[in-house]
């Protein structure tokens, strides 16, 4: 088998990504033998060239809703009136329900259960409606590091019903549960850092989880915001919801130390309702974000904040970098960063 890398599955082509079906070895392809059981890999069973696929997922206004419930409640997802004014014309769906989609499926089977997420990079390449949201998901293992023991996966979710459009596109790096947790002393540096944020530039919301919709002249580097939600279970009910997962390690009352659900997805939409709140929804892109994992996530209180750390500013847009950080307990949870692009509106860009 040739060099297996990202070129080998996917292409370019001015805005649209295709999935480049014939590259895929129908021999390397590993299914669940029954939907409802996820598949328990060993490092030594994987290889690169390893795919799999799961056909025909919508992403329903339900969908959008118990997300919403767990603290995004911008207006772009959930107003057809706001949505009407909006670039894209009507409500798409959280950039983040994708993703969950993508990840509780894909998880079942590569690398599967006893993996946990320790990094992953979300390009987003299309909005994403609601009234026309039919998903096939793929997921191809392009390495595997015996001796780091880490498995990297290339994910694509792609809209069936438009011409095999792909709208999200991830690349993830996945360890043996067991040895999750042990990073370097960067983190001590991360959390030092932002215990020093400067309180005169923390912007302060009206409420949490409220939308501000602030206008894009308000935002300037430095600036920072926090939310300090609760990690409650009712969360996880509704993200299981939302991602079809079904698994007794995740929803039963006797909740492993492991916490492999609570950490990657819980932490993505509390940081994600931080930025919901933050950001103007009018015509905002949620262009890509790379996320580091941590330490396992814990029921109880988060401390999400999210810098801004660089503004680059051109006649009819405006993009921002921000770093975000989720803190509990005086541990490190995740940091991250993220890519936000918007227009400027048409009176200020003349």
């Not at 798409?92 to 079942?108: D, E, W, Y």
């Not at 015996?146 to 993830?172: A, C, F, P, Q, W």
Request: glycine letters at 6%; aromatic letters at 8%; a neutral charge.
């Amino acid at each position: 088998m040739s060099e297996i890398t990202i070129e080998n599955y996917v292409k370019e082509d001015k805005r649209t990504i295709y999935l480049k079906r014939k590259a895929l070895d129908e021999a390397a392809f590993i299914g669940l033998q029954d939907p409802a059981i996820p598949l328990h890999l060993r490092m030594d069973h994987i290889e690169p060239g390893n795919w799999t696929a799961v056909r025909g997922r919508h992403i329903t206004h339900n969908d959008v809703l118990l997300y919403a419930s767990c603290g995004d409640r911008n207006k772009a997802h959930l107003s057809d009136e706001f949505a009407a004014e909006s670039p894209f014309g009507e409500i798409i769906a959280h950039g983040m329900i994708a993703v969950f989609k993508q990840r509780l499926l894909g998880r079942r089977v590569l690398p599967g259960m006893g993996f946990i997420l320790t990094e992953q990079e979300k390009t987003f390449t299309a909005p994403v409606y609601v009234s026309s949201s039919v998903m096939d998901y793929y997921e191809i293992v392009i390495d595997v590091d015996r001796k780091k023991h880490k498995v990297t996966t290339l994910g694509l979710s792609v809209l069936n019903n438009e011409y095999d459009k792909i709208v999200l596109k991830t690349i993830s790096t996945y360890v043996p549960t067991a040895i999750f947790g042990s990073h370097s002393e960067s983190e001590k540096k991360i959390l030092a850092d932002i215990g020093t944020l400067d309180p005169s530039k923390r912007v302060v919301f009206d409420a949490e989880g409220v939308p501000n919709h602030f206008s894009h002249t308000f935002f300037k580097k430095g600036l920072w915001a926090m939310l300090t939600p609760d990690v409650q279970m009712n969360y996880v009910y509704a993200l299981a919801g939302i991602g079809h997962m079904k698994d007794k390690l995740h929803l039963s009352d006797e909740l492993t130390g492991n916490m492999e659900f609570l950490l990657p997805c819980v932490d993505d939409a509390f940081r994600s309702a931080v930025l919901g709140t933050l950001l103007p929804a009018m015509g905002s892109i949620y262009q890509s974000e790379t996320t580091k994992f941590r330490h396992p996530l814990k029921l109880g209180r988060l401390e999400s904040r999210v810098v801004m750390d660089a503004i680059e500013e051109n006649p009819r847009a405006l993009a921002m970098d921000l770093s975000a950080y989720s803190v509990q307990k005086g541990v490190l949870i995740s940091s991250s960063k993220t890519k936000i692009y918007f227009p400027k509106p048409m009176e200020e860009s003349s």
